[in-house]
């Protein structure tokens, strides 16, 4: 896909994440670019740039999303990089992980998903611990286990729309979300780059850092090994 002159709707804008991406959208001469957040106060910085509009948008209020769509004429990419992590291990409190991550996401591609042009692009950002869990997060790793699944569901729905779904799985990104945690972490500026590469090169599944890239070969080659030394983050 060529990317430049494209229509780009990015939802958790405000965010470290997000923010490298309009940035990158910008550099691709973007036809216009929907920045979204549930506090719009958090974009004022965008205000009065060139080819940007700022719309409040809470993925997780049906209401929200529902007047959010109607402001929403046609789009080339939609980008659902809102997300949340409690950083919690498993317990019966799965409210906010996944109303964010998995109940959100699919409101707002419900919305849209026929509102993308031919040839467009619905990108997901997953992580790859959708692929597997890290206990410490349990209901993080669950959450985008489950936007994992919907994303192959959703690819195979819309495949004959000339829609593609890319599934983004990083690994840690040096954000807010990540403050505070000892662990190689990679600039979400490189994030944003891997993820337009491969959105313009029509891959499915985008892993943009060395940290996802490195799990996901320890997957193939001896899942249960790396089961048992991600279960070694919970204190017995």
Known sequence: MNLSNKTILITGANGGLGSALVKYAQGLNAKKIYCTA????????LKNQKNIEILELDITNKISVENFSMQIQNIDILINNAGFNSNQVLNDNIKTDFEVNVFGTLNI???LKNKINKGGSIVNITSILALINLPIMALYCASKSALHSITQALRAELANKEVYVHEILPGPIDTA?????????TSPEEIAKAIFEGIENKEEEILPDEFSKEIYKKLLTNPKALEKEFALSVKQ
């Open 38 to 45: 549930r506090n719009t106060k958090s974009l004022e910085h």
């Open 109 to 111: 591609c419900e919305a």
């Open 177 to 185: 979300m990540t403050k505070g945690q000892e662990m190689p972490k």
